[in-house]
């Protein structure tokens, strides 16, 4: 056994190193020594993350929570600075360090572009929202977690905005921040309250007391953290920002808004499983909305044209079924489908990437087409990603969400069909988008075939390893009905997330025949993508009925919203600001002022200069003074 | 010897501030109206000795060695030195006003208004 209390405080403080050094040294620094600088420390921080795996897979391992110093200490409240290495942080460890340094290197290629100065602002962002990723998973208490979850805020606002000349970018950036604040107050909120219900924060103590309070208490706090939840991972009502979060340079949309930190909401409810657990209405209302936004995201894909904002709201729907998951109890599927969720959207995130790169920043896939040819490595990469996504077997997306499905079939037929429609949907519209890309001609301008280009080894390596992931991903978790215990992950994850009481309504025959049948109902809903987009030919868009421009609008959810949320609040902005204090505040100031200046432009008549009207009004004054004093007391 | 009420005095009194008053009021000569202003000073006079009187001979009547009620008679002699340290003040005034002038009427010294 090594003593993991030695080095686990390096893993978040690498590259918070890296992001001093970057963010300090940028106008130094050449864009070389920037790239190593960033993509090294994140190395580091894997290899690091790969011993703490290795120690915490070993026979035996206990949870260890690795205090550092005390953070908040006032009288009876003691909130250490505190890590927790177990089974659940170890796993989102591997994930972020592994995938992030992944994308650090493709970024060394993607922004060569930058100036250094930009360059290296890029890698400090980057660094830094590692850096608060890993603390997010590290804490041993809700308030590391916290601190971690407004650093992940922070750097996403400024990886959106990270091209702040263009005003789109800033405002998309502005929402997302926004978005994530109303969800963090939820998520404070709920801290507040665990803190007043339990008298800690620290998570082995909350959950060994969390049977101890009432129900509706609990309720109340799970219900305050998914708000919270809602806000990170894009879930209805809050999801609309991580579609518009596509503003930022692709790696980030990869890092950030796929793989990584949109995942924090799920990583909080299952680390809170304990809590929920005790819950069953916040679990209902989590399976609603996640499936919820699983559909609704599914719907608006199938009719974007923009490469990233498909990604996007397949991101927002997968994210959906990972809540429909938690809401049902299967937290192992949740975290599951967040890993090879993790590994294949940074798998076609980057392959966007690498075709956003070939085609000089065109994103419109209704101007690509027949790219299969010239950028070969990101072809068979972005199709080893769609079959990934769409759940074939046996690639990484076909056990997890064959998981999450099964878990809903056992909590209620409904989750499962519904499950299972967004899964035709995902696969339907992926591979209109792997279509449209890489398969007819090319439709774009000559000269933007003229320059089509593979992309350079540092981007294509991290493509390929990546599809390696997303193919064999999902072996880790081979269902019972194939094989006996060869659940790995559950297995693994066991002391942190227990496994779920299974009712075995399904026989493994019949699990085995639905199986089959959602595989064969995917099949068939990519062949038809095939013969519907793999011979288009013009730019034109195909088909626009009403239904077809409801759903290419997004169900005018963001105009709904400016009608009831943005426009009230501009209403009333307005009104205060012309009326209460353009006419009320600024009233009264300045009538005070005119008050005065009216009330001595009255007064200086008396000051005649006329020595007799001064003393008439001395002998008034004092003739009155007379009659006040006689007849007051009387 | 005929007592004279204290009434009378107590008209004489309110008659000479009256005549002060309306005097100070209504004239624009400055010596006249210092002259009121004496008037006025000197009813008050007229009452602390009056006052002081009607009280010493209530007092004198019981006890025939009191001093009660002379402080009064006393303290209008120092009330006319005071006024007259005050006249030549005055006085000092006006003639300076004179020379500045050439003219004791109030009417004219409105020069602090512009």
Known sequence: MIDMSKFVYLIPLLPLVGFLINGLGRNFLSKTLTGIIGSGVLIGSFVLSLLVFSEVSAQGFTTQVINLFDFIKVAGLNIPFAFQIDQLSSLFLLIITGIGSLIHIYSTAYMHEESPAHFARYFAYLNLFVFSMLLLVMGANFIVMFIGWEGVGLCSYLLIGYWFGNGNYNNAAKKAFVMNRIGDLGFLLAIFWILSQFGTLNYTDVFAKASTAPVAVVTGITMLLFIGAMGKSAQIPLYTWLPDAMAGPTPVSALIHAATMVTAGIYMIARSNALYTLAPTTQHLVAIIGIATALLAATIALKQNDIKKVLAYSTVSQLGLMFMALGVGAYTAGVFHVMTHAFFKALLFLGAGSVIHAMHHEQDILKMGGLRKKLPVTHITFLIGCIAIAGLPPFAGFFSKDEILAAAHDMHPVYYVLGVVTSLMTAFYMFRLYFLTFSGKFRGTEEQEHHLHESPFSMTFPLIILAILSIAGGWVGIPAVFAENAHLLSTFLEPVVPIRHQHHHLSHTMELGLMAAVVLLIIISIIFAGRKFAGVKDAEEQGSSSLGKFLANKWYVDELYDLIIVKPVNWVAAFFSKVVDQKIIDGLVNGVGRGVQFSARQLRWLQSGQTGSYILIMTVSIILFFIFQLFWKA | ?114
Do not use: W
């Open chain 2, 1 to 114: 010897m005929p007592v004279i009420p204290v009434n009378y005095y107590i008209f004489l009194a309110v008659a000479l501030f009256a005549i002060g008053i309306v005097g100070v009021l209504t004239r624009r000569n400055a010596i006249i109206i210092f002259m009121c202003i004496e008037l006025m000073l000197n009813a008050v006079n007229v009452l602390l000795v009056a006052f002081s009187k009607m009280h010493h001979v209530a007092a004198y009547a019981l006890d025939k060695s009191t001093t009660a009620g002379t402080e009064a008679q006393l303290f209008v002699f120092f009330i006319m030195v005071v006024a007259a340290a005050e006249v030549t003040v005055g006085l000092a005034i006006i003639v300076m006003l004179y020379r500045n002038i050439h003219s004791v009427d109030i009417n004219f010294l409105n020069r602090l208004k512009h």
